[in-house]
Structure formats: C-alpha cells, structure tokens
C-alpha cells in the first residue's frame, strides 16, 4: 500500500514563499504520476497542478500558473510545489495525491483520477 506524506506547510506573509514536500513510500513511485489538490474552508477540494511519471509534462490551474511549480525527484520518491508569491486566496490544506499508473486518458485535474491521497498540511497566508 503507497503512503505519501507532506510537508513544508505553515503560517507565512503575502508574497512569501513555501516548499511544500510528499514523501512516498510502499510502492513504485517512479511509475506514479503525482498531483496537488487544496481545499480551503467551506470549499470543495480543488486541483493545484500535476506531473508526469517522468517529470517531463506538467500541468496548472490557471490561479496558480507563473507563481507555482511542481517537480520530483524518483530517486527520493518525493514530489514538491514550489509555492512563490503566496497569496491569502492560496490559504488552504494542500495534499499530494498519486495515480498507480500513468495518467493515460485519465483526467488529471479530477480528484477520482488518484489512487492514493497524503493526510494534508496546512498553508496559512496572511495578508
């Protein structure tokens, strides 16, 4: 069974600058393609950004493009979000989120789409 775990969250200003972490652990995470969701209160789960198996396509919603990035790194089985000029709309938990294969067809901008999911940690933004 994959476990991913994150990290990195906390209580920063605006225009500040986080690195938020998901180690993974129990699987093949070299094959997983990787997501970040976020949820805010009183809000649905949404899609932040998500990556290939490989790293070499990425993808953004449009609210987080330019300031955002999402890599990995196979030989440590962690995935990042570099998360630059945060903003106090970025408030919310952030979890990591793994697909077993590949995305393929799959829509990766659902949160069906992912078979596995981290506990969350939070990112504070304050204006």
């Known amino acids: 069974q994959v476990q991913l775990v994150e990290s990195g969250g906390g209580l920063v200003q605006a225009g500040d600058s986080l690195r938020l972490s998901c180690a993974a652990s129990?699987?093949?995470?070299?094959?997983?393609?990787m997501g970040w969701f976020r949820q805010a209160p009183g809000k649905e789960r949404e899609f932040v950004a998500a990556?290939?198996?490989?790293?070499?396509?990425?993808y953004y919603t449009d609210s987080v493009k330019g300031r955002f990035t999402i890599s990995r790194d196979n030989a440590r089985n962690t995935a990042y979000l570099q998360m630059n000029s945060l903003k106090p709309e970025d408030t919310a938990i952030y979890y990591c989120?793994?697909?077993?294969?590949?995305?393929?067809?799959?829509?990766?901008?659902?949160?069906?789409?992912?078979?596995?999911w981290g506990q969350g940690t939070q990112v504070t933004v304050s204006s």
């Open positions: 129990g699987g093949t995470f070299s094959r997983n393609a």
């Open positions: 989120a793994g697909v077993q294969t590949s995305f393929g067809g799959k829509r990766y901008e659902k949160s069906s789409t992912y078979d596995y």
């Open positions: 990556i290939t198996w490989s790293g070499g396509i990425t």
